[in-house]
């Protein structure tokens, strides 16, 4: 019975510390050539100061607010690897991820780890709730937009958000309103 015992808690301690070095290092991965963070968080006051981020700076840049537990979030990420190919050749056109906290303990574990399972490539920054609430406020800033999950933005390539409620991937529109910013 012993032997079990010291067995199982061997097994456990295995267990929690094998998952401790992985969690270690989803949370300070730096990404990969087609993932990038843009780290620290609090080096970025505004989203004008994200926007000028040089993954992003001088770009189109299609802004998707996601967070891990929304179910419309995830499903419209099949879409993309589609869009990105159509554009594949427009170096010009970067994506932005904002992934809200949800104030839910491991959170940005939880959020590095969904954007490699899902290789959504393109570049990422973690919000806080305040920092989202800033962020709304100084991309949509349209009362008549109900602040919701997901929700899409479109930057144009000296920073200003041109489409404040831009489609869906996966909306046939979409592949118009970006190839329309793109050419001007």
């Known amino acids: 019975m012993k032997r079990i015992i010291k067995s199982i808690i061997?097994?456990?301690?295995?267990?929690?510390?094998s998952f401790g070095v992985y969690y270690w290092f989803v949370i300070n991965s730096d990404g990969t050539d087609q993932i990038k963070y843009i780290?620290?968080?609090?080096?970025?006051k505004s989203f004008s100061d994200i926007i000028k981020h040089p993954y992003l700076n001088g770009?189109?840049?299609?802004?998707?607010f996601w967070h891990t537990g929304c179910r419309p979030c995830l499903e419209a990420f099949q879409y993309l690897p589609e869009l990105k190919e159509k554009f594949k050749g427009y170096d010009n056109l970067a994506?932005?991820?904002?992934?809200?906290?949800?104030?839910?303990p491991g959170e940005k574990f939880r959020w590095k780890?969904?954007?490699?399972k899902k290789n959504l490539t393109g570049t990422h920054y973690f919000m806080t709730n305040e920092k989202y609430d800033?962020?709304?406020?100084e991309t949509v800033n349209d009362t008549t937009i109900m602040k919701a999950f997901p929700h899409y933005l479109i930057v144009d390539n000296v920073g200003h958000v041109i489409n404040n409620n831009a489609p869906r991937p996966g909306d046939e529109?979409?592949?118009?309103?970006?190839?329309?910013?793109?050419i001007k």
Do not use: H
């Open 10 to 17: 061997a097994l456990l301690t295995v267990g929690l510390f």
């Open 39 to 44: 780290e620290p968080e609090i080096a970025f």
């Open 59 to 64: 770009k189109v840049v299609y802004v998707d």
């Open 95 to 104: 994506f932005l991820y904002l992934g809200k906290d949800r104030s839910v």
């Open 113 to 116: 780890q969904m954007i490699e």
């Open 134 to 137: 800033a962020i709304w406020s």
């Open 173 to 182: 529109s979409l592949i118009n309103v970006l190839t329309n910013t793109l």
